[in-house]
């Protein structure tokens, strides 16, 4: 490569949980540089799920519905002759996290309900369980990694 790789950025913990992962999610869900606003609909999603969960443990429910709303394989088109094909590859560990994040805040917005909290505590609640969107459009992935895996010859 020509260019040296960027430097990965520093991210603080957050002030409740003390875990980078939750200002990472924080991060992407921020809309305006308005972070202290995405504290608060995030932290009010936890205290939501702690109250609807039986185990109380919010903080694990998060990390277990980030877990499996996280895709590990994706395709990619490559065109080769005249034709294009979906080829199968892996996805790195920094991209599959920050894939599943982006999946959870997406379909958050995207349900039906009062506010932002209260879509991505259900959001949340249903990954952890192994249901909803984001955990459906993981799914749909690995199908198509599935379906197209006579083409992983082809991988770059």
Do not use: C
Not at 5 to 22: C, H, N
Not at 107 to 115: C, I, L, M
């Amino acid at each position: 490569m020509r260019k040296r790789k960027p430097k990965i950025r520093v991210i603080a913990p957050d002030p409740r949980y003390k875990d980078e992962l939750v200002t990472q999610f924080v991060n992407n869900m921020m809309l305006s540089g308005k972070k202290s606003n995405a504290f608060k609909v995030f932290y009010d999603a936890m205290d939501l799920i702690k109250e609807r969960s039986n185990n109380g443990d919010e903080h694990a429910i998060f990390k277990k519905a980030l877990n499996t709303a996280m895709p590990q394989v994706e395709v990619r088109s490559k065109r080769i002759g005249g034709a294009t094909f979906q080829i199968p590859i892996e996805v790195r560990a920094k991209r599959r996290l920050s894939i599943g994040i982006k999946w959870l805040i997406t379909f958050a917005r995207k349900r039906s309900g009062k506010g932002m909290a209260e879509k991505l505590a259900a959001e949340l609640l249903a990954a952890s369980k192994g249901e909803g969107a984001a955990v459906k459009r993981k799914e749909d992935t690995h199908k198509m990694a599935e379906s197209n895996r006579a083409f992983a010859h082809f991988r770059v």
